[in-house]
């Protein structure tokens, strides 16, 4: 089993900056590809971004294209996400999950495939 933990959240004026990891440990051997999720107060989970752990393959949902960045340090079982520009309307609890389903990386971003999720870190963004 993978074992997933968020950092990197917190208040954050609009326009600034954040970067969120996620470290994982376990079995991380097995894992194909990791995302970032979040889900804002009173809304519904959103795919964010995804990253293939082997082949470094990336795909971002269209909100995410340009603002938001993932990336991984295989050495350190960690991926990360950098995430600039901040608004109001990107205060979220942020999660970032694993999954061992070989995919294509847009069908992967349906969310449903991803076994192992964190417990999320909050990042605020004040106005």
């Known amino acids: 089993q993978v074992q997933l933990v968020e950092s990197g959240g917190g208040l954050v004026q609009a326009g600034g900056s954040l970067r969120l990891s996620c470290a994982a440990s376990?079995?991380?051997?097995?894992?194909?590809?990791m995302g970032w999720f979040r889900r804002a107060p009173g809304k519904e989970r959103e795919f964010l971004a995804v990253?293939?752990?082997?082949?470094?393959?990336?795909y971002y949902t269209d909100s995410a294209k340009g603002r938001f960045t993932i990336s991984k340090d295989n050495a350190k079982n960690t991926i990360y996400l950098q995430m600039n520009s901040l608004k109001s309307e990107d205060t979220a609890v942020y999660y970032c999950?694993?999954?061992?389903?070989?995919?294509?990386?847009?069908?992967?971003?349906?969310?449903?495939?991803?076994?192992?999720w964190g417990q999320g870190t909050l990042v605020t963004v004040s106005s």
């Open positions: 999950a694993a999954t061992r389903v070989v995919a294509d990386l847009n069908i992967l971003s349906r969310g449903s495939y991803f076994e192992v």
């Open positions: 376990g079995r991380t051997f097995s894992t194909y590809a």
């Open positions: 990253i293939a752990w082997s082949a470094g393959k990336t």
